[in-house]
């Protein structure tokens, strides 16, 4: 109980300190020395490219100057938190090229789900990956990696791997859920029926949380959910249930599911800060904030915040059987149809499912300082209890 109070009163010295002083509040002062991140394509670093084939071309034109693995014309928010902590990026934890692990790992793929899926990538889109799954390969990693930091051999390995007590100290970062909303929307389900399966998908996201929390992880950072209401993938679909579009031009009945599952997320966090009296555990709203971007896009400098830049004809420049970097055949001839548009850098939407660089950049930006966070600590005191 000291202990807590002792914490809790350090939070208010750093609260104070930083709004009376406006000290730099990107100052890292956690120092973290390994991220562990569990997610989607949000986060995918080259994990589902490693196991089922590249994102090719133009995916990473704009940074990587060409593929990296990322569902994105460069870089992700979880790239910009890494490089925020002076870190290199993450290393898939399926990729078996040149990875690097000394700094943490990156368990999210694309597609990915917090429940397993009953369907295969190639029946539906969605990532085997689930994040149970990625539980079991953190797990894995964890268990082999004290086991070998414990034998004289291997220097070479060791260079490669987090220190045994990284692991305690270490952010945990998890941006997952939207797929389990869509994945029930592609079945058909109405946003009532996902909307009854949201307490099961929360329920086995705690699961996991409390398991790295059983295996020493204190500081864990989540993402909520954002408006896939807005996303031309699923506004392109002809959904049974996708009712009207709002002012915005986004579905709004989608919109409210992932502020439902958000809302029950937010729940769960705090019954898991109440179970957990050892961690730090911060919530934070991507979705207000890529909604704030999208609704008043012109206002931050972006345009045509519901197109594609990447894509294929129609309303929103995307098509679902001809994606990013697609070809047609003319002639016997393949031709690139779906390619970048002139200027990514003032578009939102990458491909139609995911955020430019240019967007992650900015919703980065909104959220280092704690501004969209529960409790409201900038990412570099996220160690640190409420
Ligand atoms: C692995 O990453 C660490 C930084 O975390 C760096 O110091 C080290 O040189 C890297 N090792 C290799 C072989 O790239
Ligand atoms: C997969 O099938 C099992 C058994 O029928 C069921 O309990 C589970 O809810 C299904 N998962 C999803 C995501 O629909
Ligand atoms: C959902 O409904 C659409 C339109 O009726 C249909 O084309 C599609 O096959 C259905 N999908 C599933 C998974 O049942
Ligand atoms: C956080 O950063 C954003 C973007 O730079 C800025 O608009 C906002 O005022 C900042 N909030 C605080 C509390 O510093």
Redesign the pocket.
């Known amino acids: 109980m000291l202990v807590m109070e002792l914490r809790c009163q350090v939070v208010m010295l750093l609260i104070m300190f930083l709004s009376y002083h406006v000290v730099d509040?990107s100052k890292n002062l956690c120092d973290f020395p390994a991220i562990f991140n569990f997610g989607d394509s949000n986060s995918d670093t080259g994990g589902l490219s490693a196991a089922f084939g590249q994102a090719g071309p133009p995916h990473g034109e704009s940074f990587f100057h060409g593929p990296a693995g990322r569902y994105c014309d460069g870089r992700l928010v979880i790239d910009f938190i890494a490089q925020s902590f002076g870190k290199p990026y993450l290393s898939a934890y399926l990729d078996a090229l040149r990875s690097n692990f000394s700094h943490g790992a990156n368990f999210a793929t694309a597609g990915s789900t917090i429940r397993p899926q009953n369907t295969t990538l190639h029946q539906s889109g969605f990532s085997p990956f689930s994040l149970n799954v990625q539980w079991y390969q953190f797990n894995d990693f964890h268990h082999r990696v004290q086991m070998y930091r414990t034998q004289k051999d291997d220097e070479v390995f060791k260079k490669l791997m987090p220190k045994t007590k990284d692991f305690s100290r270490a952010l945990y970062t998890f941006d997952i859920g939207q797929n389990d909303l869509t994945a029930g929307l592609f079945q058909n389900l109405t946003v009532d029926e996902v909307r009854a399966n949201v307490p099961d998908i929360v329920g086995q996201f705690k699961d996991v949380i409390k398991s790295v929390y059983d295996q020493g992880g204190r500081s864990f950072w989540i993402h909520n959910t954002g408006p896939f209401g807005c996303l031309p993938y699923v506004m392109d679909r002809q959904l049974a249930s996708a009712g009207q579009l709002d002012k915005y031009g986004c579905v709004g009945s989608f919109n409210e599911l992932a502020q439902f599952f958000n809302h029950r997320l937010k729940e769960t966090v705090d019954q898991l800060r109440k179970e957990l009296p050892k961690a730090a555990i911060t919530y934070v709203d991507i979705y207000s904030v890529k909604y704030t971007l999208i609704t008043q896009a012109t206002r931050y400098g972006f345009m045509h915040p519901l197109r594609a830049c990447c894509g294929h004809g129609g309303k929103y420049n995307y098509n679902i059987h001809v994606g990013c970097g697609g070809k047609v055949k003319v002639n016997g001839k393949d031709i690139l149809v779906a390619k970048s548009c002139d200027d990514p850098t003032v578009m939102i939407n990458w491909d139609g499912v995911h955020y430019t660089q240019a967007a992650n950049k900015w919703i980065f930006?909104?959220i280092?300082?704690?501004?969209f966070s529960d409790p409201p600590l900038p990412l570099g005191l996220a160690c640190y209890k409420h």
């Open positions: 509040a930006d909104q280092v300082n704690g501004s």
